[in-house]
């Protein structure tokens, strides 16, 4: 019955989420020995003005959207 | 000091959160021997392209909306 | 597919956590119109130096145990 | 690498979000011994009808808002 | 900086997580175009007496183990 | 009624957790306008062979310990 759940900026597609949530399902099932229909995999969505690292939050230090480009 | 969070799909009344809580309070004070204000009850809502199970996101599998209905 | 997760204090018995799963299972049951195969509930135990309400730990504030008696 | 996750009401504003991921950072780098850039602070902020405490929503006991103002 | 944990039951091997924690990242990495030294992956084991699904807790369900083959 | 939680590696002393959570509830209360008693803060304890960052367990790139005298 494995439960994950990926906190990440939020931006992403509907099509990245489709494939993040079959990749990490896919893995969960061939390496513990599950039955897919066990895992749930929950996406948490951030906005950048409620995220920090170093003391600093990511609206400041990166800009609005998400991942690499956003750098 | 329990704290409770509650995940679920996004979409349910005002009065339906107004049971819900109430009625984890009151589970936990009667099975727990604590005090009703020293439990806390937080719903956490997610859409539908934010959830996934067997690897498929509930949007894909349910189309729209929540608990049974949405079958 | 909800998931409730309980945080509380190290200490119980397995007897007051069959009870408080199936009280919860059955509350989110009647108030949600959901299937009780498809609610997971979680027990997640702390220690009392791994809480602290008012900036002080409990193990400080209330000493060793759970629930009312620890007073 | 520690990672802080807060818990509020909705409603505080930016500079708010500022001084407290990095009161926060600063904490953990003086007692934990920890380098600055090692620590994540994530907020999450809750609707009113989104949080219970003594089994009753926030929203219908202190209204909507956050922090003391709201009582 | 996408944040993963992976909620389940104890008794897996460490060789295991490090499969898991590997091809989880590398999920993330290829889908969200993010760095892996970025991904930040938590397992979090849970006991089986605290963990229940359908109102009754996995140890009296599966009995103790984890995985298939605790049917 | 905030909730902290922090996630860091096991080994920090109980004088280490008694200032931990009495600055961070310091922060709050400054911060935020909210009393200390209303403030919870919970710390959860990982092996370093349940957290990986860039897809390697911290047990195998850090070695056994915790913050920065395991480098």
Partial sequence: MPIVSVK???GRSLEQ????????TDSLVS??????EWVSV???EYERDNWSTGGELHIDKFGPGCGKQAK
Same sequence: chains 1, 2, 3, 4, 5, 6.
């Fill in 8 to 10: 990440m900026a939020k």
């Fill in 17 to 24: 989420k489709r494939k993040l949530t079959k990749a990490i």
């Fill in 31 to 36: 390496v513990l020995d599950v039955r897919p």
């Fill in 42 to 44: 929950l996406i948490e």
